[in-house]
């Protein structure tokens, strides 16, 4: 039997980033993992791989559509299916054989086997039961099920299985307009497939400030996507290999079908705490089967905590690495703080589409004075230079005091736009310190500044 300060459930990115800041701030630490690598569903079935394959799909968009306007003549791309999957596979690889040597190199301990907590203070993997004075439950999530829709990894996948097809579907039926369901929805359009989006609800992207909602949709028409919106799907059939989705209509009830090489259940997910023992130790949980916690993410249990996924919030990598290292501060005694205001979420579609903060509908609910400060990517040199000209930068800041309380990205590279206005969030400032900021030309970071330029008395180059 082994003796931990620290033993931790999951090696996601709240996990391995938690044992990692543990081993920093010298605590003993273990991590439990039962896959045969690290990284859980972000690095092997997630995030990591799904960018892989958005990456090379992007390339193929302009080698089709912008190659010959440049200049850059000869052959046509041509897509080796099982090369990129190949290509899609060596990412992983680098990626969690990366977080390996994190571990040797901070020594922290890979408990490798599917974890349970027997009692308090104690962990058992396998067949050996190994002591913490703390344990951190860091097991993520799952994808969620439909009624009527049995998923086999096949015809009918999740996003994990949407990640290995044997083939590229000649049709593909995306149900749910989700991140999830619209990133891998334009993989397979971009690389020929006819793509029908059924959603329940009558916008994409819930809870996405609606003119970035539709805007978007529009774009993701443009590029071959169709949309069936305010539809419940009843069921999914497969026969033959051949899949058929059945759906209805909220607005009439009218029924109707698609056919379909491949199904994508994409309908959000769920925290995964199956085999841990939690009803048993008598942890509290939520309805929505989260871990119930504090501020400083302990459970009722004493010494037991969770992060991540399991629990509330906003199912983001990088916001259960935020509650991986704040539990990790936590528990070697200093006051560590995560400011969920100020958690940026990006879609990987292309273009981009970032947000962080208050949208315009959540700030008209709570009544609140505010202005907008809009750019257009077409008034950006770099954006018209690289054929990215579609989309725009939102800042909404309060009326009276033009402190920043949301901005809305969508254009080119979005994602990694956003994140001068979280750092500005975070430190209080109002659109005019963006705005009086010198930002370098030509580049795409111009557009940030023009929105907070039309703050105020406006924009220069709009």
């Not at 949709?217 to 033959?240: D, E, P």
């Not at 491949?262 to 769920?270: E, M, N």
């Not at 703080?337 to 100020?342: C, D, F, M």
Request: include cysteine; charge should be negative; hydrophobic fraction near 40%.
């Amino acid at each position: 039997m082994a003796s931990y300060d620290v033993i931790i459930i999951g090696s996601g990115p709240g996990g391995y980033v938690s044992a990692i800041r543990c081993a920093q701030l010298g605590l003993k630490v273990a991590c439990v993992e039962g896959r045969e690598t690290l990284g859980g569903t972000c690095l092997n079935v997630g995030c990591i791989p799904s960018k892989a394959l958005l990456h090379a799909t992007e390339m193929l968009h302009e080698a089709q559509h912008n190659f010959s306007e440049m200049g850059l003549k000869g052959k046509t791309q041509s897509v080796d299916w099982k090369q990129m999957l190949a290509y899609k596979d060596k990412t992983i690889g680098q990626n969690t054989s990366g977080i390996e040597f994190l571990f040797k190199k901070n020594k922290v301990d890979w408990l490798k086997g599917w974890g349970s907590i027997p009692e308090a203070g104690k962990v058992k993997v396998g067949d050996d039961v190994h002591e913490a004075k703390h344990i951190v439950i860091a097991t993520g999530s799952e994808s969620s099920s439909l009624p009527g829709v049995e998923v086999d990894e096949k015809t009918v996948v999740t996003s994990t299985g949407a990640l290995e097809l044997g083939k590229i579907p000649k049709s593909l039926v995306v149900i749910g307009a989700g991140v999830i369901g619209l990133e891998l929805g334009s993989v397979y359009a971009r690389l020929g497939a006819e793509v029908t989006v059924i959603e329940f609800l009558d916008a994409i992207t819930p809870g996405q400030d609606g003119e970035v909602a539709k805007t978007f949709q529009r774009m993701l028409k443009k590029q071959g996507l169709k949309f069936v919106m305010g539809a419940a799907v009843q069921g999914a059939t497969v026969k033959s290999g051949k899949a058929t989705v059945t759906y209805k209509l909220r607005k009439d009830d009218s029924e109707a079908s698609l056919p379909a090489d491949t199904v994508l259940v994409a309908t959000g997910r769920k925290p995964y705490t199956d085999g841990l023992g939690l009803e048993a130790l008598g942890v509290e949980m939520s309805e929505r089967g989260q871990i119930k916690t504090d501020a400083h993410y302990a459970t009722n249990i004493k010494g037991i905590y969770a992060i991540g996924d399991a629990i509330a919030g906003p199912m983001l990598a990088h916001k259960a690495e935020d509650e991986g290292m704040a539990v990790a501060e936590g528990i070697a005694g200093q006051k560590p703080h995560v400011n969920y205001g100020v958690i940026p979420g990006v879609i990987y579609t292309h273009p981009e589409v970032s947000s962080v903060g208050e949208t315009e509908e959540s700030l008209k609910e709570q009544g609140r004075a505010y202005k907008v400060g809009k750019f257009s990517f077409m008034g950006n040199g770099r954006a018209k230079a690289n054929f990215a000209g579609d989309g725009f930068v939102k800042i909404l800041a309060d009326k009276t005091t033009d402190r920043i309380l949301g901005a809305h990205i969508i254009g080119p590279m979005a994602g990694d736009l956003i994140h001068e206005i979280c750092v500005a969030m975070e430190f209080g400032a109002a659109a005019e310190d963006i705005a009086r900021t010198c930002h370098a030309h030509p580049t795409y970071s111009e557009a940030v500044r023009e929105a907070a330029l039309a703050c105020g008395d406006g924009s220069i180059h709009m």
